[in-house]
T-cell receptor, first 114, second 110 residues
Framework: DAGVTQSPTHLIKTRGQQVTLRCSPI?????VSWYQQVLGQGPQFIFQ???????GRGNFPDRFSARQFPNYSSELNVNALLLGDSALYLC?????????????FGEGSWLTVV | EDKVVQSPLSLVVHEGDTVTLNCSYE??????LLWYKQEKKAPTFLFML????IEKKSGRLSSILDKKELFSILNITATQTGDSAVYLC??????????FGQGTRLTINP
């Protein structure tokens, strides 16, 4: 069975540009979450979607947005990129919400903003 | 503010040693505690703990949760060079998020 898949794996963007990252959860999983991991730190929560509705939002500016599609895949959009947005963006999937469900991570998308 | 603290931040041991990694937490509406191993990119799931005092084991790895004292430990016995990685502790909360610690960087020397 395929795990959590993310694309692209690496990308380089210029300050001020916009980026879209994509995630396909494990088959049968209905929840997708997004995390940002800066080098040397633990991942920081950005969004959680369950059954196509936003169920949780972290402390990130409105430049960050996401959505979940009917097939449970998800996109994370970041507008007006800043140098500080350079990080590994991780997508996680689980069958249901946080309670009692194991959460699996994808390989991540490395974003470099120059 | 929800907080997860891991210690030590870095640990270097010799192959064959036993190590104990610590994770303490202060969160609102605790749901679960998870341990992950991160070598290059994707954190790989190790354990999920929800009940106090019940040890979970997988090969040379084991973990236990103390919900009264708000901490968990991850033990690795007979360490191997392949155990070298960053170990992440995360707490699942009612706000539908995982709160991660900073991680413990474990290096196993042959």
């Amino acid at each position: 069975d395929a795990g959590v898949t993310q694309s692209p794996t690496h990308l380089i963007k210029t300050r001020g540009q916009q980026v879209t990252l994509r995630c396909s959860p494990i088959s049968g999983h209905k929840s997708v979450s997004w995390y940002q991991q800066v080098l040397g730190q633990g991942p920081q929560f950005i969004f959680q979607y369950y059954e196509k509705e936003e169920r949780g939002r972290g402390n990130f500016p409105d430049r960050f947005s996401a959505r979940q599609f009917p097939n449970y895949s998800s996109e994370l959009n970041v507008n007006a990129l800043l140098l500080g947005d350079s990080a590994l963006y991780l997508c996680a999937s689980s069958f249901g919400t946080i309670s009692g469900n194991t959460i699996y991570f994808g390989e991540g998308s490395w974003l470099t903003v120059v | 503010e929800d907080k997860v603290v891991q210690s030590p931040l870095s640990l270097v041991v010799h192959e064959g040693d036993t190590v104990t990694l610590n994770c303490s937490y202060e969160v609102t509406n605790f749901r679960s505690l998870l341990w992950y191993k991160q070598e290059k990119k994707a954190p790989t799931f190790l354990f999920m703990l929800t009940s106090s005092g019940i040890e979970k084991k997988s090969g040379r790895l084991s973990s236990i949760l103390d919900k009264k004292e708000l901490f968990s430990i991850l033990n690795i016995t007979a360490t191997q060079t392949g155990d070298s990685a960053v170990y992440l502790c995360a707490v699942g909360t009612g706000a539908q998020k995982l709160v991660f610690g900073q991680g413990t960087r474990l290096t196993i020397n042959p």
